[in-house]
């Protein structure tokens, strides 16, 4: 269940992520709970409750500061495209924590930053590289869940990683296609 829910939301939001800040705060958040989730390695009903709170308290927050609401979706965004990067570059090393109190932080300011500096253009592209991210996860689980010969752990190798990641740029670049297309749908707090 845990590879199929992290597909389904990666795909939300990186093909509809920038129809609505809420959306695409409400995914995020649900994503961000879940990937938490895995690394504590919590049962998939933990998991669920996690995923479910943490969208929650995204949306919470950004209604309390609507004003901000691009700041938030990005900062949420960003903390997922962060998550997804300290895992690849960590692997499965004694280090992450480092790595994560490191980069996150920056990585979801930045992006926070970004998004309410372009707004839409960036909602785009953050919602659809945060997106491609999740799908990723969700693959990367389904595949280490099928103990596949020639992948298990995945990614093990550097040739994994680049793979991932080029896997990651082709993925993100489809769905702000796919946004892009849909523009006419302008992202609005309201909505």
Do not use: Y
Not at 43 to 65: E, F, K, Q, R
Not at 105 to 121: F, K, N, V, Y
Not at 160 to 169: D, H, I, Q, Y
């Amino acid at each position: 269940m845990s590879p199929l829910m992290l597909i389904a939301a990666g795909t939300a939001m990186c093909f509809a992520g920038a129809r609505s800040v809420r959306l695409a705060v409400l995914v995020a958040g649900f994503g961000a709970g879940w990937t938490l989730a895995l690394v504590l390695d919590t049962t998939p009903l933990a998991s669920l409750l996690i995923a479910l709170l943490v969208a929650i308290g995204a949306l919470l927050v950004m209604l309390l500061v609507s004003r901000s609401a691009f700041f938030v979706a990005g900062f949420v965004v960003g903390g997922v495209t962060a998550i997804k990067a300290v895992a690849l570059i960590s692997g499965a090393s004694d280090t992450s924590w480092i790595l994560a109190v490191a980069l996150v932080p920056p990585i979801a300011l930045g992006c926070a930053w970004l998004t309410a500096r372009w707004r839409t253009p960036m909602l785009r592209w953050g919602t659809a590289v945060a997106g491609a991210a999740l799908i990723l996860t969700g693959v990367e689980h389904g595949v280490n869940s099928l103990e596949s010969l020639f992948l298990r752990p995945w990614p093990a190798s550097a040739l994994g990683t680049l793979l991932v990641l080029a896997s990651w740029a082709v993925i993100a670049v489809c769905g702000e296609r796919v946004q892009a297309r849909a523009r006419h749908h302008v992202a609005r707090v309201d909505e």
